[in-house]
């Protein structure tokens, strides 16, 4: 199994433009998971789905983050407009379901935004 | 609100050493789970162990232990006979049921030749 795949591993955009964050969860894995990790606040979940359906996205910062997933095998984490805040790595996670198991997180996308 | 702190930022260990990392969570809940994870420079995030609240057996993974303390909201992590490859950042995290997992800020541990 490759695990949990996140592309691009690396990003660096200007304020103001567009950044699309994708992750392929762990096949058979219905559970998945967005984290973003900064050294002020730690690792923070974002939003998370079940069944392809976002369940809790109350650690979205703001309206300028979205998450989709249109499948069971692919998510998208969208910020537009980016800002130099939101510069930090994120993390996507999947796991079966069920909160209590294990989450497999992918390698991270270390985002910059000048 | 569920809170989880890690009071070391940093710490160091002799290779070969026993290193203890500290956390503690704040929680009303009796019906929960625990977890260290560990991040190499990879930035890969690894599960280390886990501890279900109601078990009070401590949870032990070959060179990894914690010691769980519930009444006193304590989840410490022991390394023992540290190895280079344990250097990292440890997260402890907190989880209960029907609700998204919390994790402290993370204590990155060197280990010293």
């Known amino acids: 199994d490759a695990g949990v795949i996140q592309s691009p591993r690396h990003e660096v955009t200007e304020m103001g433009q567009e950044v699309t964050l994708r992750c392929k969860p762990i096949?058979?894995?219905?559970?998945l998971f967005w984290y973003r990790q900064t050294m002020m606040r730690g690792l923070e979940l974002l939003i998370y789905?079940?069944?392809?359906?976002?369940?809790?996205d109350s650690g979205m910062p703001e309206d300028r983050f979205s998450a989709k997933m249109p499948n069971a095998s692919f998510s998208t984490l969208k910020i537009q407009p980016s800002e130099p805040r939101d510069s930090a790595v994120y993390f996507c996670?999947?796991?079966?379901?069920?909160?209590?198991?294990?989450?497999?997180f992918g390698p991270g996308t270390r985002l910059t935004v000048l | 609100a569920q809170t989880v702190t890690q009071s070391q930022p940093e710490m160091s260990v002799q290779e070969a050493e026993t290193v203890t990392l500290s956390c503690t969570y704040d929680t009303s809940e009796s019906d929960y789970y625990l977890f260290w994870y560990k991040q190499p420079p990879s930035r890969q995030m690894i599960l280390v162990i886990r501890?279900?609240?109601?078990?009070?057996q401590n949870a032990t993974e070959n060179r990894f232990s914690v010691n769980f303390q519930k009444a006193a909201k304590s989840f410490s992590l022991k390394i023992s006979d540290s190895q280079l490859g344990d250097a990292a950042m440890y997260f402890c995290a907190y989880l209960k049921r029907d609700d998204k997992i919390i994790f402290g800020k993370g204590t990155r541990l060197h280990i010293l030749p």
């Open positions: 501890q279900e609240a109601y078990k009070q």
């Open positions: 096949s058979g894995h219905n559970s």
């Open positions: 789905f079940n069944n392809n359906v976002p369940i809790d």
């Open positions: 996670a999947s796991s079966m379901s069920g909160v209590y198991n294990e989450q497999f």
